[in-house]
């Protein structure tokens, strides 16, 4: 069983989806992907869980980022090819891992006989997905749960892709990591295409030079480099540094990167 | 085993607490019920852990919010109705999940043969608690740590209740969340007592308007919602905001809810 | 397996390793030692790790500190005196642990069968250092990672020694935890030397008074008490307060304490 929230790490909120899936299911094993992901960001959600939670191999994956909760979103465990199964809200942050892991069924997550009662409105997490993910964590059966409902139609989320004026780019920021490296809607073959010297601008902030690299080694203390990260995704980082804070950008904004 | 500290996220205080229960018992299933405790704050610490513990079934649980360490509080270790043992100091933050839970029987841990040699004067968790735990989760006897001491007579923090006066409501914040949602001395009774229309006071703040509802969508985006929350708690919260910066709070603070 | 980084608790890094060693070794005991260190703090992170993991007993330990991650800085994987294997980045994070744990032979981790493919410059722990450990929990011999090197040859990271001129002691700040306690490079020896009234002054602040001691209780809320901590480090604590915040010191920085 894996988990991914916004409740915050150590937080009681993911304390309480530990202890209803232990005591349902002692032998499970547990593995926390990230509970740190921005409140209520479900499109920062979705990335990091597409991307972590095929590391852990066929498992049952628990994913909360659930502003809406308690309005008529639906919550779904959708069974994929490899035999996991992703349970949580279907608000668009299911849709990018389903997609990776092949969904080829899904219910929508509806019995009574397996939540716990009553089901507090602002905390389904609790008194919906975790007993469901419990369930299952026991052997039990996914349609169970409630009844199916078509795994293509799964609500999906989408981002401005990266645009090039000549020899300016222009992409979206997906985020920052806690050493403040900045990751951007964009990828390797962005990165082919940039020149050697270059400027990194965000929307509030004044160009910052940086350059071209693979490794934060490639530039001096304090400086900025831009590279492929870990993930495949183009990112800004600072060298013993926050790219964050020199560029002053949040996850959405857009960043233009000029050749400098 | 379950553990709740104030010790902080994935801090090296927690993961020796983790590794001295692992080493001694590696068998045992360890649940993090929460570490992001205030630091000090034993009334959170208690309220946290009345209300998660008991959704891990009968356990050993392992609290440690303790700023009087190294004073002559006592530390104990209380046998329960349902099986379970809760583990900690003395000085209010057991009481209530004793309570809940049944205490039934209690002892002082004051064995030499059960603590690492020499004790920390600054760290009772590693020292003493964690061994105690340890000890309990390998199948040792509770009796075996101490003496037995009254379990009806365990510290108790009392907390002012909620008042009206008229139509006016006043309570106590007991904390807040990350998403900045703002948690009452207050619960169902109050709530159901309020009108529809509100405007909400902290202290330092100026009255800030709140509808009553049941959930965030009851509310436009950055507007104030007061709710009955997930613990059963009357709570004030900012749809997609935070209700914490709106007011001004922090925990201790009366607040007044009056008709607006 | 114990787990020991600067990833930041709760975050996808982290969750990378333990769904990678879980995949692999689903039966593993998994403990979190520390995921707080601040980012790229190598010494901190090896002073950490050498007093935390002993308390796990025999084990794999795995250690990413990494700000020189894709520079040519080796990997390692050091087997210990009590059948521990420590393994992670060889920049000085694991020479405290080893030292401790008494090392008996090293490889360098240079084969590509344990190892994800392709392996990104910029995240080491989860594409080379987890793979390593996954092997090794399910019972791979440490040979098979790579060539032998000499265990006596682990870069070692040197400290600045306390230093008395009369009465004046000047230590460094090693760190500093949530509660705000200042730990320094010295211990009980210069303890014992203290005066009873004392005056600790950082770098860029004013002295401030503060009191020998052994416990937070010994001084009044709010004032500075400086006494050997949990570790046998020599630190300065606020009663009910931080002291990191009354000096105004960071890691690194030199502390005079005084007679006053």
Redesign the interface.
Known sequence: V?L?T???????????L???I??RC?EA?R??????IP??DVRRGAA?LA???P???PAIHLAVVD?????DRRGVAVGCHDGSVVVGPDNGLLAPLCARLGAERAVEIASAAHRRDPV????HG??VFAPAVAHLAAGGALDDLGPGVDPAGLVVLSLPPPAWDGALLTATVLGA???GNVQLGAGAAEWNRLASALRVRGPRGRGVPARRG????DVAPGDLVV?V??DGHLAV?AR?GSAVGLLGVAPGDRVEIAPG
């Open positions: 894996t991914l916004d409740y915050g790490p150590a937080s009681e909120h993911v304390g309480a530990h202890a209803l232990a005591r002692p094993v593995v926390d992907l990230a509970h740190d409140p209520g990091v991307r972590v939670a590391l852990a191999g502003p809406g909760v308690g309005t507090a409105p602002t905390f609790r008194d990591d806690r050493f693979t490794v934060f080694a590279h990260d870990a980082a013993d």
